[in-house]
C-alpha cells in the first residue's frame, strides 16, 4: 500500500493568485493523478502527472491554469492559477502501482477562492 | 469508452436494516471495479475491489459487492447498516487496458436512528 501526504488541507485564497499544492507518496508508485471535487459532485481527473515530462491534461483542462510538476516517482505538485470563484473544490493526488490494483489517495486540499 | 452509472443519488435506510448501493459498469475490456467510502471532511478509502478473481467480494466494516458481467452490474450491499456507516459512496472503475478511474456520480447513505 501507499500513503499519501497532501498539503495543504484547506486554503482560503484571493481571486487572481496562485496555489500550489503538494503531493508526497511514501513509496515510490508508476502512476499520479490529480483529481477535483466540486461542491456535491464526483470526481473529476484533471491530468495525469508524469515524471520528468509535461502532464498529461483530461479534456477542459490546461497547462497554463493547472500547471503540473512531477520531478521524481513520489513527488508531484498542482498550481491552481490565476484563481477565480469557480475553482474553489477539493483537489485529490491518487496514485497508483501501473498494475491498478489499488488507486491510493490523498486526505485533499479544500480550496475556497473569495 | 469505460463509464459507471450509480443508480441511486441518495439512499436512506434505518440503524440495523440492509444497504443495498446500485451500480452499473460500461467496459470495451475486463474492468477492474472499486467501492471507495468518504466521510465528511475525509479521504477516500477502499470499502472492496474486484480484479477478476471472485466475482462476490468482501471488503471492510462488513461491506460486500457482486460482479456480475451479464447485468454489467457491481452492487454494493451490507446486511446490517450502522450509524458510521453514513457516507458519501463512489463506484469506479478502471479498464486493464487503461490508466484512468472514472467515478461514479457518488451515492449519500443516511442511516436513521
Known amino acids: 500500500s501507499a500513503v499519501i501526504s497532501q498539503k495543504p488541507s484547506r486554503d482560503i485564497c484571493q481571486r487572481g493568485t496562485s496555489l500550489t499544492i503538494q503531493c508526497q507518496v511514501d513509496s515510490q508508485v508508476t502512476m499520479m493523478f490529480w483529481y477535483r471535487q466540486q461542491p456535491g459532485q464526483s470526481l473529476t481527473l484533471i491530468a495525469t502527472?508524469?515524471?520528468?515530462?509535461?502532464?498529461?491534461?483530461e479534456s477542459g483542462f490546461v497547462i497554463d491554469k493547472f500547471p503540473i510538476s512531477r520531478p521524481n516517482l513520489t513527488f508531484s505538485t498542482l498550481t491552481v492559477s490565476n484563481m477565480s470563484p469557480e475553482d474553489s473544490s477539493i483537489y485529490l493526488c491518487?496514485?497508483?502501482?501501473?498494475?491498478?490494483?489499488?488507486?491510493?489517495f490523498g486526505q485533499g486540499t479544500r480550496l475556497t477562492v473569495v | 469508452a469505460q463509464s459507471v452509472t450509480q443508480l441511486d443519488s441518495h439512499v436512506s435506510v434505518s440503524e440495523g436494516t440492509p444497504v443495498l448501493l446500485r451500480c452499473n459498469y460500461s467496459s470495451s475490456y475486463s474492468p477492474s471495479l472499486f467501492w471507495y467510502v468518504q466521510h465528511p471532511n475525509k479521504g477516500l478509502q477502499l470499502l472492496l475491489k474486484y480484479t477478476s478473481a471472485a466475482t462476490l467480494v468482501k471488503g471492510i466494516n462488513g461491506f460486500e459487492a457482486e460482479f456480475k458481467k451479464s447485468e454489467t452490474s457491481f452492487h454494493l450491499t451490507k446486511p446490517s447498516a450502522h450509524m458510521s456507516d453514513a457516507a458519501e459512496y463512489f463506484c469506479?472503475?478502471?479498464?486493464?487496458?487503461?490508466?484512468?478511474?472514472?467515478f461514479g456520480e457518488g451515492t449519500q447513505l443516511t442511516v436513521n436512528p
Open positions: 491518487s496514485a497508483s502501482a501501473r498494475d491498478f490494483t489499488e488507486a491510493f
Open positions: 502527472a508524469n515524471q520528468g515530462s509535461e502532464a498529461t491534461y
Open positions: 469506479v472503475v478502471i479498464e486493464t487496458s487503461g490508466s484512468r478511474l472514472t
